[in-house]
């Protein structure tokens, strides 16, 4: 509750900067605030308490997250001091629109009731719409910041009437109270309707088949720091959310859902890989490779008794890979009209430090050692398995090797081809996130047990 406070206190605070005409020192004053924020949620691990009429929980699960969502946060206000540094009269608003939708991140995980979920979702999505659009003289921009804010609004309207039926049902819009009602027998058809809905709109949050054709869209035509907003903070939120709510949820569901929860995981997966191999584009690469890595995270949900640990791990290594990933797009592409693969000919020549990171970052995707995608994947399937899934995993299995493809298409792209363009300046904040990201990377993967057992 206090790191949802004090979040909430250094947004507002970052408006302020503007006032006083202090814009050289918010990036650097918001990332100490972030810190201290980070530690203030870490020293609340391991309590167990309910606020306000049980609206807000803390918890291993949600401080655990919360930890996670702030490292992210701290990744993205840093590479925004170089990104908007040609609109230096609005980056308090780009960096409090950051902090505020962090704020709705936390809120998501840390709900004890429907409401503040909503509430979370809604700040969260509300954010993104803003930044999907910021680049107002661009139309891909515009285009983007449109159809973000027409499907997102869809699906929350959706998730806005599956809380309505479920209420209808429980009579309530507490956590403890649904989870109650949904492990007894006689609990009415509506809950089971409002179930499915809270999930089509969750997973239109996830970007999981058929529910992906968003993304592709909207991650090309947003600016490429919204972009790595959305692939990274905001899908790991939506996921933890949706695997919060499905454990309390799922007691008394038919053995159907679970079935549905493999074929959108399957699909996710194909799809995802296959449309990925055809682009040229890096940012719609991405995009297809994080509906695939929706379809892994989905796995989880097959066995949430013991899962938690492993869904922390799995979204802190794609996350951090995502964040090391899009700090050298954003400075191969800076001064680009388009994110193409062209773009990056020679880079393992020209910059090998920064080519060394996006190789790293993108085998971490594709689940190679030493990297913790592959730890990652390797305790995902091992626990499927264990749930009798055998079917799901081959499936999974099949799809890393097709996700090798076009990664590595972006790799020999690095190295293989000839330099196009010599590029000067090397931006101390952009090579910081690239190198700690990274590092972080490795880190779990050489010692996944610290992450593993913490839920």
């Not at 201290?36 to 401080?63: H, P």
């Not at 179930?195 to 970007?207: C, E, H, P, V, Y």
């Not at 929706?294 to 938690?308: D, K, P």
């Not at 971490?364 to 730890?375: W, Y």
Request: aromatic content about 12%.
């Amino acid at each position: 509750m206090n790191t949802l406070i004090a979040t909430t206190a250094l947004g507002v605070f970052c408006l302020l900067f503007e006032i006083f005409n202090l814009r050289k020192a918010i990036v650097p004053i918001t990332i100490v605030g972030l810190i201290a924020i980070l530690g203030l949620n870490i020293s609340e691990f391991g309590m167990q308490a309910s606020y306000y009429n049980n609206m807000v929980v803390v918890d291993k699960f949600s401080t655990a997250f919360s930890s996670l969502f702030i490292v992210l946060t701290i990744f993205l206000v840093a590479l925004a001091h170089n990104f908007y540094e040609n609109h230096q009269s609005k980056l308090s608003d780009f960096i409090a629109i950051k902090v505020f939708l962090l704020a709705g991140c936390l809120a998501m995980v840390s709900f004890g009731n429907l409401a503040m979920f909503f509430l979370g979702i809604e700040i969260l999505s509300i954010s993104l719409y803003i930044l999907a659009a910021s680049n107002r003289m661009n139309l891909k921009s515009n285009e983007a910041g449109m159809k973000y804010f027409l499907m997102g609004s869809f699906a929350s309207g959706i998730i806005l009437f599956g809380i309505c039926l479920i209420y209808g049902a429980i009579g309530s819009f507490d956590m403890r109270t649904i989870q109650e009602a949904a492990m007894s027998a006689d609990v009415e058809e509506w809950f089971y309707i409002g179930a499915i809905l809270l999930s089509i709109g969750l997973l239109f949050k996830i970007a999981a088949v058929p529910f992906h054709f968003w993304a592709p869209d909207v991650y090309e035509g947003s600016p490429s720091l919204t972009t790595a907003t959305m692939s990274t903070l905001a899908k790991v939120t939506a996921m933890a959310t949706f695997f919060k709510l499905a454990s309390a949820m799922t007691g008394n569901l038919p053995s159907t859902s679970q079935t549905v929860i493999v074929v959108v995981a399957m699909l996710s997966m194909t799809i995802g890989n296959i449309m990925a191999l055809r682009q040229v584009n890096v940012k719609r690469m991405l995009a297809f490779s994080g509906i695939s890595h929706a379809g892994f995270m989905l796995m989880t949900l097959l066995n949430i008794s013991v899962a938690a640990g492993s869904l922390l791990y799995y979204t802190s290594a794609y996350a951090l890979a995502g964040i090391a990933a899009f700090s050298v797009i954003l400075y191969v592409c800076k001064n680009q009209n388009n994110e193409d693969i062209a773009n990056f000919h020679g880079l393992g020549k020209t910059n090998p430090l920064l080519a060394a990171i996006l190789t790293a970052s993108l085998l971490s995707m594709a689940g190679i050692p030493i990297f913790a995608g592959f730890f990652a994947k390797l305790v995902l399937f091992n626990q499927t398995i264990q749930a009798g899934y055998l079917a799901l995993v081959i499936v999974a299995v099949v799809n890393s090797i097709i996700s090798v493809g076009y990664y590595f298409k972006l790799i020999l792209a690095m190295y293989t081809k000839e330099p196009n363009e010599v590029r000067t300046g090397k931006p101390f904040l952009i090579y910081a996130v690239a190198i700690i990201a990274i590092l972080l990377n490795i880190l779990l993967g050489i010692f996944p047990s610290y992450i593993l057992n913490l839920l």
